[in-house]
Nanobody, 117 residues
Framework: QVQVVESGGGLVQPGGSLRLSCAAS????????MKWHRQAPGKERELVAT???????NYAESVKGRFTISRDNAKNTMYLQMNSLKPEDTAVYYC???????????WGQGTQVTVSS
């Protein structure tokens, strides 16, 4: 059974930090490109960061220099370290897994991040 489960969200003050985790099971994690997306109220879902199977990373301009995506294939887990958080980072953060060769794609249920004083 495929499972993709995010955790680590919460309420944090501006300038603070959070570390999100995405735990995967039921598929060959190392063969999947992993991504973090987010969706703020009233806005479309947007891509935040991507990490390829070989570890190459890409970031949205709005989070460059503040967020770091990483993966641990031995633990089937992806992370998003978020520093210098801003109120505009408030959103539900979703984990996405897409197989590098075929059409298989999975989404998590999301974890809420709220940046507010």
């Amino acid at each position: 059974q495929v499972q993709v489960v995010e955790s680590g969200g919460g309420l944090v003050q501006p300038g603070g930090s959070l570390r999100l985790s995405c735990a995967a099971s039921g598929f060959t994690f190392s063969m999947y490109t992993m991504k973090w997306h987010r969706q703020a109220p009233g806005k479309e879902r947007e891509l935040v960061a991507t990490i390829a199977i070989l570890g190459n990373t890409n970031y949205a301009e709005s989070v460059k220099g503040r967020f770091t995506i990483s993966r641990d294939n031995a633990k089937n887990t992806m992370y998003l370290q978020m520093n210098s958080l801003k109120p505009e980072d408030t959103a539900v953060y979703y984990c996405n897994a897409r197989h590098v060769y075929n059409k298989y794609e999975y989404w998590g249920q999301g974890t809420q991040v709220t940046v507010s004083s």
